[in-house]
């Protein structure tokens, strides 16, 4: 079946730990996209890749890091700099991003920092 | 600063009733409206709008866009307690990102 995977469901760490939250997709998309979900506030970008081996800082990347060394794949790591790294963290992908096609989620991440 | 709003924020209804979700934006370069429905888990994907004044319908579920006002609405008639879901909008624009609204959490109640 073709989809988007995130690991693990649920992911706790203690402060000043870096944790790495995982984004695999077997859609042949080229596009992929890392978002927070915070409760009351909409979805914000962290980081976005059009290209394997190039990606883009979104609008909060500060405190998080990211690869894009295969096209499928597009790990986020979340590192100790974040303040507030408890959040919901959802990947997404699209065909491409030069166009208006539909950005497709993972089932998400959620991150509680002890 | 390129924006997204959705009003209203909450809303609980009962079964049957009718609801009308708002999106309003203000962005540079529009391309398209997304209507996302999101439960527990990762939003899936409703409705995407690029046209002003096209109607697109999915069983009990339709939209339309208004590009001159800015602005789109989604419909949800007989609702029931399967509708209960945070409904997100989202805005493409030049940039080919994502602009995401705060979301309507909407609650129906049998």
């Known amino acids: 079946d073709g989809g988007i995977t995130q690991s693990p469901k649920y992911l706790f760490r203690k402060e000043g730990q870096n944790v790495t939250l995982s984004c695999e997709q077997n859609?042949?998309?080229?596009?992929m996209y890392w978002y927070r979900q915070d409760p009351g506030q909409g979805l914000r970008l962290i980081y976005y890749s059009q290209i394997v081996n190039d990606f883009q800082k979104g609008d909060i990347a500060e405190g998080y890091s990211v690869s894009r060394e295969k096209k499928e794949s597009f790990p986020l790591t979340v590192t100790s700099a974040q303040k507030n790294p408890t959040a919901f963290y959802l990947c997404?992908?699209?065909?491409?991003?030069?166009?208006?096609?539909?950005?497709?989620f993972g089932p998400g991440t959620r991150l509680t920092v002890l | 600063e390129d924006k997204v709003v959705q009003s209203p924020l909450s809303l609980v209804v009962h079964e049957g009733d009718t609801v009308t979700l708002n999106c309003s934006y203000e962005?540079?370069?529009?391309?398209?409206l997304l209507w996302y429905k999101q439960e527990k888990k990762a939003p899936t994907f409703l409705f995407m709008l690029?046209?002003?004044?096209i109607e697109k319908k999915s069983g009990r579920l339709s939209s339309i866009l208004d590009k001159k006002e800015l602005f789109s609405i989604l419909n949800i008639t007989a609702t029931q307690t399967g509708d209960s879901a945070v409904y997100l909008c989202?805005?493409?624009?030049?940039?080919?990102?994502?602009?995401f609204g705060t979301g309507t959490r909407l609650q129906v109640f049998p």
């Open positions: 989202a805005v493409i624009h030049n940039t080919d990102k994502l602009i």
């Open positions: 962005v540079t370069n529009f391309r398209s």
């Open positions: 997404a992908s699209s065909k491409d991003s030069q166009s208006t096609d539909t950005q497709y």
């Open positions: 690029t046209s002003s004044g």
């Open positions: 859609l042949n998309h080229d596009a």
